[in-house]
């Protein structure tokens, strides 16, 4: 890790990749930092951010009890992420899924999370505190190779998705009623949508974790709204600027031991909007 | 301590003999009523996310105090009022709705902020070393923490803040009802604003220290949500809020001191269960009262 701080930035940076849990991370992050740069600029879009954030309590929730019931902890993770997904865009779809009703299920989920973390913690396994901290706050730097593969290939898939629906959700996300009368099928659309961001919402847990998912997934898309006011183009930024985080996260993080991927990826994120933020006040006034 | 028996009167007493017990029945009943009071408001003015965020801000402060060698309350109270501030003075006051609808970019930046606010949190707990098995304690709270001093600071913030809910609620409710109608005659809508704000800070603060920076937010929207389900009328809403914060607080805590599972899941479990009870009871008297009232209420107007 020092060779990285002696040697000058070219070999160091070849230091880094020759590492394999760098290339993993690296990998892994690319993809999702991919994924969740598209959802995102959709979620800020579509005014979903609280259900992002339900969304990634069900992350903590689900992830635990896979691991209070011995099972594969992405099980738990996928399964309540996408199953509330679904289940937000159907109630959502009736006029029910109001913010006091998604907050007052989601504090209880978490209460949940915190009996399945009790369970798990008392069935006496080892690194049980690391386990907890791992699904907070994510460990992309301890992705194992076939670990890494599978969710390249889940992100993959749901980019694949993302981007087959993109044209309709737009259209769909920016005037209902018009898109509706258009034969866009906008029923259909919303539970799919929610359906991919909780596949999202689980991904991104495994990178920066359940708490810090909405760095990745909405300050890369409010920095690209600031910066342009072109759909696709700002779906375009949203997603450089999700992936320029991660990579500049990662070489940072290993750069300096003491700082945790999670903290450098979504720092960079936020200072990210804040720069877009800024310019956009700063270019306001001479345009207007 | 014996167990659960049969004989309620033995079971509370044995449960008060403890003053590890008692302290922390004091402390949840400060934190109970004014999570109640203030969540009700907050659920008025469907500031649920907002809340959320200031709940969630405490455990940076708490994670920074302590790496710092500060008392952890400073830092609880410190990043919550700050916070508080800073949505305050964010563009578009009272646009903090998020939800399915909702105003998405305003939402955007909050949630921004409050990831950023969680990443240092974990920077901090990472940097103070050997201090990850006090993680749990600072996000999900313990029952056996609450010292004599924090239930008195507890008091004097608690009183504080219901002092100066007292003051404001008429304007609040005004302003929260029909921001408006309040505006035009002449209630500073926008600094009554900033003043709810910075008490919901002070109240997801202290509430932090005993339930934890992440089940702070069930003490606040779910009493008031169950509340508003049975009432729509502000004052007898209020009430409800408090009573059944504190019943729910009560009977989380004795539970919770019987039984080998944690408090936070006691006190969220019992707290959802209050708001399906009400849900399903709202949902029966409407149906069994429409035939006979003639005009269906329109939707939503229960709110």
Redesign the interface.
Known sequence: MTALLAADPVTGLANMLGQPFVRHALLAGTAISVLSGLAGYF???????????ALS?VAYAGALAALAAGLDLRLGLFAATVGVGVL?GLL?GR?V?????????F??V???G??F??LYT?GGSSGD??A??NV??GSIFGLSAPAAATATWIAAGLVAVLLLIARPLLFASIDPAVAAARGVPVRLLGPLFLAILGGTVGEASQAV?A?????L???P??AA?RLTADPWRALALAVALAVLAMWAGLVLAYAVP???P??TI??L??AE?ALA?GYSVLRRPISA | MTGFSLDLVADVQQLLSYHFMLNALRAGTIVAVLCGAIGYFM?LR?Q??A??TLAVIGFPGAAGATWLGVGTGLGYYGFCVAGALVIAALPGPGRL?????????S??????????A???G??FV??YQGF??G??GL??GSITGVSDGQVLALLAAGAGCLLALAVLGRPLLFSSIDAEVARARGVPVRLVGTAFLVLLGLAAAGASQITGS??V??LL??PA?AA?QLTARPGPGLLLSVLIAVAVTWLGEGIAFFS???I??????L??AA?CLALGYRHGRDRWARPRAGHPQP??SNR
């Open positions: 979620v800020v879009l579509r005014g979903q951010v609280f259900a992002g954030d309590h937000l959502g006029g899924g109001d913010d006091v009703l998604i907050g007052t299920t504090a209880w978490l209460g949940l915190v009996l973390l009790f008392a505190a690391t907890n901290v907070l706050f974790g708490l810090l998912v909405f760095g997934l909405a300050a898309a409010a709204r003491a700082l945790p999670s903290f979504v720092a994120a936020a909007f933020a | 659920v469907r649920s996310f809340g959320h709705t998020g939800g399915l609808g909702g105003d998405g970019e939402s955007a930046v909050v949630g921004t902020v409050q990831a950023f969680l990443a240092c974990f920077l990472t940097l990850l098995s993680l749990t996000l999900f992440l089940l937010f069930a929207v779910t949500a508003s080998p599972y944690p936070g899941f006691w006190v969220t479990t707290a959802f708001f939707a939503g």
